[in-house]
């Protein structure tokens, strides 16, 4: 509880999270009750536990995490369930052995699929097919059985941590995408400019078009993602060409992992194809991953990419104006500006640099 008394969006999202795991621990409980040979009368039919997640829903200022993440990912009731079955274990010591009742076998303390389908309302074996949201978005594992219906199932971690409310990062994607922290502050008008248009892409409705910086260096065309992307209330990810596996299979299972990352942190991904010494093999590489991924991606390159399925929006990113730069030599000097006695003018008039190398030359200078 806060210190005004109200509840925190954090406390109410793990209050709910209990009364919804309580929802299928109640269908364990009865379906453990049912396999012994119990007949639940008409007032234990009533479900106490769908009552408070009722009450936990109305105290919730904003979405919970699992009702973010089943809209997102179109999970039915039955999904929606299944993956709590799955978090079970994970969040409640006392879980396991209720799936060792619930299906008779005191080895059994993970869920399985034929525990699922047997126990859960409205179940369909369609869910938990390769190609339905719970596996294909990797949402919930399942592991080696004596056959797929005594398969174990596991809750994928970094679901469970977005469930939770934590913001971490899914480990498989550490060596391929890093936190882009710097953003607006640091920018020009004139990338603040081409950051306002990169951002207007999106909410104008193109969804799923691939915003091209082209030109510049680098790091300018880095802040100018981080401040589009900040407007739309997002973080951003980058990632370098070069990483991206070659393979078909682990290609795709890098797409879908950072669509569901893109998903569950809120984050955009940058696509740095700036390296000039990259092949036309490399290229194709990166137009697949672009064509095969949704969520807002932008790419990062000396050249503007061909897409042949996917709308683009091509935005040079260019170096400081004269004045910017001017501009930006008084701010990098500071009190040591006026004792340049017109140097400014002169450093602007013969080097176009961009604002870091104004920054390290002048602080070299200093």
Known sequence: MSANGQDTWHEANQRYLTEALAVVREALERHAAAAGGE???AESEASPARARLAEAAERLGAPSALETLCRAFALSSFE????MLCA???LEASFGALCAAAQGDPQRVRPTLGLALAALPEAHWSALTPGAALRYWRLIEVGAGDSLAASPLR???RVLHHLTGLRTLDEHLAGFVRPVADGAEDLVDSHREVAEAAAAVWTAGKGEAVVQLVGGEG???RRVAAAAVARLGRGLHVMPAEVLPPAPHDLDVLMRLWQREAVLGGSALLVDCDDP?????????VERFLEGTGGPLLVAS???LRLEHRSTVTLEVKKPTAAEQRRLWLEALGSEAPLANGGVDHLVSHFDLAAPAIRDVSR???
């Open 39 to 41: 007949t639940p009368d």
């Open 80 to 83: 929606r369930e299944v993956l």
């Open 88 to 90: 079970g274990p994970e």
């Open 155 to 157: 809750i994928d971690e």
């Open 219 to 221: 790091a300018a065309k």
């Open 277 to 285: 010494s990259g092949d036309a093999a490399r290229r194709r590489l």
């Open 302 to 304: 000396r050249e503007r």
């Open 364 to 366: 070299q200078a200093l």
